[in-house]
């Protein structure tokens, strides 16, 4: 029988019970372990680990149950402990506030934008990388106590559940996910009416939406959900699906996050009197319209648009996460006019102004398109990719924003991701590391916060360092770190049987026809993890070119391997779907499904088990389409070695102490097939010479001392590195602090003028041209010099009409290549040497000391110049030498040669 209607029955906790109620809500029981402890004590039977969830543990605990513990003291004590501590924790100051009394200038709040967050598995909110990254995000500003302030949507069915066909057919299905069983309480007014956010539709229409909060230790996550009563039918649906629907249906769920999102940060700080956001984050382009809702608040002050858009820019921090063109959203045109505008949202802001923020104005862009990582480089003063590798290519794949500027010049820099350790460490690795120097200094080192004492000396009394090395872990022995890798295999092993076991079930499979899976997989043999989202850079298959060669590995007489492969194909990629059905095909053959098998539905609670057991971590991208990647970072932290392509993060920290760099054919192997089989053959070398082997060479005790050694090495130096709290400080530092200065140094005065200046300088740019250049120096003849001369450079510069202080000129120089392109080059002003002449062009001068050998040659450059600029390539206007227009003078004194 199907209920007509559903509701939720709220426990009636005793009183002495009810901090159970806060210590519930409040998400960090997901990576405090004493919290989760003590759910654990609260129903033993009921509390499952994998997919632990305090408040529906809380909803299913008999009245009789909750009766013995209000009675029993030491359970009482134990809450007692566990609630005083989250007080401290959400009360007491962190490191931000040390940061705060020491004199630092930072944000009073950051308001941060993520079309998904992954921040437990008892809220499904996340499809993949991009929203785990965020909840860790979270966890780790929570930690550091950094005031910010989440925000995101509410999807009824959140991704989707993956499961499989007979024939190893993805199959998806969205359970619904009913709010009020989630870890989330409704945003209400003063007099306890549900908050809503409203937004304004074409054609008269609106769309209403509520708001939910999350408790993510210090940090508030709100999120919008437009199933309430007030919306039509289609609007209700808005937020049904992350990552579903046509473009229409991703307008209107973007234009809720932003638009929508900004009103809620207004609603939640108007009833919580918590401090106004002073910079903006936007992570990926889906929440870019928050700018435009920004410009709108600040043109109903009385700025005109342009003096909105500098301060909303010296506010935003954009961070962009792919340069795959499938991942950045784009769309019609004219479908976004029709949504903006006067029968649209944000009356007051022309469309005229905001259709030119998402064009892509350069080489190959499409004109019909608005793209909302365009917007969002242009919304933002400060941009990041998020590895050192990405941030160089998003400088290349973005620099025709920036015509004149090499890539490197680009304003976009990078901040490497990182993992919060307190979630992805398995309790058994955190009690390694406790054991040695206690739980409350390994406790700290994982959050990257403050360190007392720390772990190592270089970082004793610096509050907030991470150490660069966790010298601990040196001492363990080799034994215990041993022992403790057989026991993470040995509970995945269970963990995959478990699974397996279900997913066949579901297959199918009557429970006579699987005996089989009692023998699936084996705790002694070297196990290798692959798990991620299915799009086609990430190669799934790559392991399945040679079959043979494979099978051979895993079947191997003494030195077999076993391969556990997980990940979600997009729901309308039958691509995706299809290398999903290749490997499960593979995976259910008789002669190897004890040695590699796929295990459906990869999310947090599987991952959290997966990276822990497997000794080698592998990923295979096809380089650099993977901007950074976390799971070998969470990998890593757990002991678990990384073969990888060298990409994205890997690229960065690679050691050979951490594990193994597969080849890439990038560069060399046009073909794409041709590079598959090139990397595919690396990979299986690579096991089969070196990644086997090693495992397998034990000593006299059966220890293999050389890989425990790897793993010991990447637990002390890789760890520390990959953290989260090391990013968040990043962002806190580099980004967040630079970002909320300049929004402070905009009050409405400085920003009109910033932006007239900008409208003058953009104007009367055609007319700044260098016009003439020579140099002076004895030496320098047949196009030679030498090393520690000095060239005198004298320049005149046509301004056409701006002031010299407008403006900057730069000699730029460096290495050249036999093309004549400056490598590596740096850049030095000239000084304005008297005034202009007749001609209204302007003298520069300055010397360039040639301290460098071998090829080597300058420019000369003008660029715009402006105290409130954060790089001289941000207005993209630089005025070069025209071809032919410089003649050098190679002897004697200082004469115009023109
Ligand atoms: C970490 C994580 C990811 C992202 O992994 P990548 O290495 O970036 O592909 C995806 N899904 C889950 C469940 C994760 O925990």
Redesign the pocket.
């Known amino acids: 029988m199907k209920a007509i209607r559903r509701f939720t029955v709220r426990p009636v906790l005793p009183d002495s019970l009810q901090p159970l109620q806060d210590l519930a809500r409040n998400l960090r029981w997901s990576w405090h372990t004493e919290t989760r402890e003590l759910f654990q004590a609260v129903d033993p039977e009921g509390w499952r680990p994998a997919d632990a969830d305090p408040v529906r543990l809380l909803g299913n605990v008999s009245a009789g149950r909750l009766a013995e513990l209000a009675g029993d003291p030491q359970f009482l004590r134990r809450l007692t402990e566990v609630s005083d501590d989250l007080r401290a924790y959400r009360d007491g100051p962190r490191w931000y506030q040390d940061q705060l009394a020491a004199g630092a200038e930072l944000p009073a709040a950051v308001a941060y934008f993520s079309p998904e967050f ?1 921040v437990t598995a008892a809220l499904p909110q ?1 499809s ?2 991009l929203g ?2 965020a909840g860790d995000h979270l966890k780790a500003a929570s930690d550091l106590g950094v005031p910010l302030i989440g925000v995101g949507l509410l999807y009824r069915h959140g991704y989707f559940r993956q499961s499989l066909s007979r024939d190893g057919w993805q199959q998806e299905h969205y359970p619904v996910l009913d709010p009020n069983e989630l870890p989330l309480t409704l945003v209400r007014e003063a007099d306890g009416t549900p908050s809503r956010v409203v937004l304004a539709l074409p054609g008269g229409r609106s769309l209403h939406a509520c708001v939910w909060q999350a408790q993510v230790g210090r940090v508030p996550l709100l999120l919008l959900d437009s199933d309430v009563e007030e919306n039509a039918a289609g609007e209700r649906d808005v937020t049904d699906r992350l990552y579903g629907g046509g473009s229409h249906h991703r307008l209107l769920q973007e234009m809720l996050l932003g638009i929508g999102g900004v009103r809620a940060v207004r609603t939640y700080c108007r009833l919580t009197g918590h401090p106004a956001p002073e910079v903006f984050h936007t992570n990926e382009g889906h929440a870019g319209f928050l700018g435009l809702e920004r410009i709108r608040e600040l043109c109903g002050t009385g700025l005109d648009f342009g003096a909105a858009l500098e301060v909303v820019r010296a506010g935003a921090v954009f961070t962009t996460h792919t340069p795959v063109p499938a991942g950045i959203d784009r769309f019609d045109r004219q479908l976004v006019a029709r949504h903006f505008g006067d029968d649209g949202e944000l009356p007051g802001v022309p469309v005229e102004r905001i259709l030119p923020l998402g064009t892509e104005t350069y080489e190959g862009g499409e004109p019909g398109l608005f793209n909302m990582a365009v917007m969002g480089l242009r919304l933002a003063q400060r941009a990041n990719g998020v590895s050192t590798l990405h941030g160089a290519v998003s400088r290349e794949m973005f620099s025709g924003l920036w015509p004149g500027f090499d890539p490197s010049e680009v304003p976009i820099t990078s901040v490497t991701n990182g ?1 919060h350790a307190p979630t ?1 460490v398995a309790p058994e690795v955190f009690r390694l590391g406790a054991g040695k120097v206690g739980a409350g200094r390994a406790g700290d080192a994982l959050s990257g916060g403050p360190v007392e004492g720390a772990l190592d000396g270089e970082s004793l009394g610096r509050p907030g360092g991470t150490p660069k090395r966790w010298d601990a872990v040196a001492g363990i022995p080799d034994r215990e770190i041993w022992d403790l890798r057989r026991v993470l295999r040995e509970q995945l092993v269970t963990e995959v049987r478990k699974r397996l076991y279900a997913s066949w079930r579901r297959r199918g499979a009557g429970t006579a026809e699987l005996g089989w899976i009692d023998g699936v997989l084996d705790p002694e043999v070297l196990t290798i993890g692959f ?3 299915v799009p086609s850079y ?1 190669r799934l298959t790559l392991m399945l070119r040679d079959r043979d060669r494979l099978t051979g590995l895993l079947l191997h007489p003494e030195r077999p391997i076993q391969i556990v492969v997980a990940g979600k194909a997009h729901p309308a990629d039958d691509g995706g779907k299809r290398l999903v059905q290749e490997l499960v095909r593979f995976s259910d053959d008789p002669r190897v499904r004890h040695r590699i098998v796929f295990l459906p539905d ?3 609670g ?2 959290k088990k997966l990276y822990p057991g497997c000794d080698v971590w592998l ?1 295979n991208p096809l380089r650099p389409l ?1 901007a ?5 970072m ?1 990998a890593a932290l757990n002991g678990c070695l990384n073969l990888s392509v060298r990409d994205g993060w890997w690229d960065e920290w690679y050691e050979p102490d951490f594990g193994w760099e597969i080849p890439t054919a990038d560069g060399s192997a046009t073909d794409e097939d041709r590079r598959d089989e090139l990397e595919a053959n690396a990979l299986y070398a690579l096991i089969e010479d070196r990644v086997a082997p090693r495992f397998y060479d034990r000593d006299a005790e059966g220890l293999p001392e050389r890989w425990v050694e790897m793993v010991r090495r990447t637990l002390a130096t890789l760890g520390p590195k990959v953290l989260a709290g090391r990013m968040v400080r990043e962002y806190v530092e580099r980004l967040y602090a630079p970002a909320a200065l300049a929004r402070r140094s905009l009050d409405p005065a400085a920003a009109r003028e910033l932006a007239q200046w900008k409208a003058r300088v953009r104007a009367a740019w055609p007319g700044v041209a260098v016009d003439h250049v020579e140099a002076t120096a004895a030496t320098v003849a047949g196009g030679s010099a030498e090393l520690g001369s000095t060239l005198s450079l004298r320049v005149r510069i046509a301004l056409g009409g701006l002031d010299p202080d407008d403006v900057e000129v730069q000699v730029v120089a460096g290495r050249v290549d036999s093309g004549d392109a400056i490598a590596d080059a740096q850049a030095f002003p000239l000084k304005p040497a008297g005034g202009h002449d007749l001609e209204d062009r302007w003298l520069y001068e300055g010397p360039l000391a040639l301290d460098r050998t071998g090829p080597y040659g300058y420019t000369v450059r003008v660029l715009p110049s402006h105290r409130l600029l954060a790089s001289g390539a941000e207005l993209g206007l630089v005025a070069l030498p025209a071809e032919g227009a410089v003649e050098e003078a190679v002897d004697g004194p200082g004469v115009l040669l023109r």
């Open positions: 992954g996340y993949g990388g785990i990254l993992v992805w798990a991620r989202r990430k990869y999310g947090m599987m991952a990923n993977e950074c990647g976390t799971s070998g969470k």
